[in-house]
């Protein structure tokens, strides 16, 4: 069955601390999304990349980046967590363009 | 641009009675939509997708949508609710290489 893994479910940082959530797909998936999901805004697109070496802004991009050195692995990072990035992250990928989307389980990332 | 406006932020229903999710976007070019569920504690599932060839679209657990161009609607239904379907529930636009989530719904189903 088609698995996208996002490597933490919590995780609490200070606010300042540079933070690392991984995701790792294992369908070969060319595309690869960052959601963060708020209550009341629905999930918002923070980057994507629909090839290796390739990324490009979502809505939300400020204060964010990425990194995807290899096709089943894409990173969000947070360069200096602010409590304003409290939410839930959520990593899915697709197949082509417009084809459904895998979603990881989500990682709830609290900045204290 | 593109947007998505899911016209009730919580639907409360009866067990073994309609469910109704309003669902309008706005997009320059024909678009591809899709709702998606989030049950609680568990990742956002497909339900349906809508491809341009039929306007009613049938998904998993009984659900269907209707795409209206007329109307920029893209409502979702089911005849009869079951406790299962207690759920959050996103509409989702898909155009220009980007998928545009709406705020989401929160469906209630009462015994």
């Known amino acids: 069955d088609v698995k996208v893994t996002q490597s933490s479910r919590y995780l609490v940082k200070r606010t300042g601390e540079k933070v690392f959530l991984e995701c790792v797909q294992d369908m070969d998936h060319e595309n690869m999304f960052w959601y963060r999901q708020d209550p009341g805004l629905g999930l918002r697109l923070i980057y994507f990349s629909y090839d290796v070496k390739m990324k490009e802004k979502g809505d939300i991009p400020e204060g964010y980046s990425v990194s995807r050195e290899k096709k089943e692995r894409f990173s969000l990072i947070l360069e200096s967590a602010s409590t304003n990035q409290t939410s839930m992250y959520l990593c899915?990928?697709?197949?082509?363009?417009?084809?459904?989307?895998?979603f990881g389980s989500g990682t709830q990332l609290s900045v204290l | 641009a593109q947007s998505v406006t899911q016209l009730d932020s919580h639907v409360s229903v009866s067990e073994g009675t309609p469910v109704l999710l309003r669902c309008n976007y706005s997009?320059?070019?024909?678009?591809?939509l899709f709702w998606y569920v989030q049950h609680p504690n568990k990742g956002l599932q497909l339900l349906l997708k809508?491809?341009?060839?039929?306007?009613l679209v049938k998904g998993i657990n009984g659900f269907e949508a209707e795409f209206k161009k007329s109307e920029t609607s893209f409502h979702l239904t089911k005849p009869s609710a079951h406790m299962s379907d207690a759920a959050e529930y996103f509409c989702?636009?898909?155009?220009?290489?980007?998928?545009?989530f709406g705020a989401g719904t929160q469906v209630v189903v009462t015994p």
């Open positions: 989702v636009v898909f155009s220009w290489g980007k998928f545009q």
């Open positions: 809508y491809t341009s060839a039929a306007t």
């Open positions: 899915a990928s697709s197949l082509d363009w417009d084809e459904k989307l895998f």
């Open positions: 997009s320059s070019y024909s678009p591809s």
